[in-house]
């Protein structure tokens, strides 16, 4: 028997899994968007995790949604196959692979021994919650150009795990950094 439960959309989160128009959709991506005028609301895409087709929605801020009933399992990334990721069951230390196409939007934040929570439904796996934050290492980044002020917006930088984002000018390569796992953004150096 499953158990519902309904959720505001704006708690609604990237990898999580909702059940909307009778059919299961793990959330790709998530902005938050407040209009001049009328009341915000979050556009959300979502991915059917049978079907595998994509669907654009909003939700307004008083909308609320089921959230899938889900068994989590704590785990650990191991490493990456040619069409799959694989994962220890940190109580069993059972492995499992994951394709590629079911977490690619998360495949820049993950790091061999990264431990994730990997949620199942029905015993399938169907969504990976990552940490709020990950520490990577910059690989390659421009140098600051002498002159050129500090108060620039940033500079655009590729991390280990071949994610790219936009770094502040003193960041350099070798640095470690914090990414936040939902915006994909720089939060501080490690």
């Given at each position: 028997?499953?158990v519902h439960l309904k959720i505001s959309a704006f708690e609604i989160r990237v990898g999580g899994?909702?059940?909307?128009?009778?059919?299961?959709?793990?959330?790709?991506?998530?902005?938050?968007?407040?209009?001049?005028?009328?009341?915000?609301?979050?556009?959300?895409?979502?991915?059917?995790?049978?079907?595998?087709?994509?669907?654009?929605?909003?939700?307004?801020?008083?909308?609320?949604?089921?959230?899938?009933?889900?068994e989590p399992r704590q785990m650990q990334y191991l490493y990456a196959e040619s069409d799959a990721?694989?994962?220890?069951?940190?109580?069993?230390?059972?492995?499992?692979?994951?394709?590629?196409?079911?977490?690619?939007?998360?495949?820049?934040?993950?790091?061999?021994?990264?431990?994730?929570?990997?949620?199942?439904?029905?015993?399938?796996?169907?969504?990976?919650?990552?940490?709020?934050?990950?520490?990577?290492?910059?690989?390659?980044?421009?140098?600051?150009?002498?002159?050129?002020?500090?108060?620039?917006?940033?500079?655009?930088?590729?991390?280990?795990?071949?994610?790219?984002?936009?770094?502040p000018p003193f960041v350099s390569v070798g640095d470690k950094i914090k990414v936040n796992t939902?915006?994909?953004?720089?939060?501080?150096?490690?």
């Open positions: 028997m499953s899994l909702i059940e909307h128009e009778g059919k299961l959709w793990r959330v790709l991506k998530k902005n938050h968007v407040k209009p001049g005028k009328g009341g915000a609301f979050i556009q959300v895409e979502l991915k059917d995790i049978t079907a595998g087709t994509k669907l654009n929605e909003r939700f307004r801020s008083g909308d609320s949604v089921e959230k899938a009933h889900v990721l694989v994962f220890m069951d940190n109580e069993t230390f059972e492995q499992m692979h994951i394709p590629h196409e079911d977490i690619e939007d998360q495949l820049g934040f993950l790091l061999p021994n990264t431990e994730v929570q990997i949620n199942f439904h029905d015993d399938v796996p169907i969504g990976i919650n990552l940490p709020a934050n990950v520490v990577l290492e910059v690989v390659d980044t421009e140098g600051v150009i002498k002159g050129q002020t500090a108060t620039g917006s940033g500079k655009p930088a590729e991390l280990e795990t071949g994610l790219k984002v936009i770094v939902e915006s994909g953004e720089y939060v501080e150096r490690a």
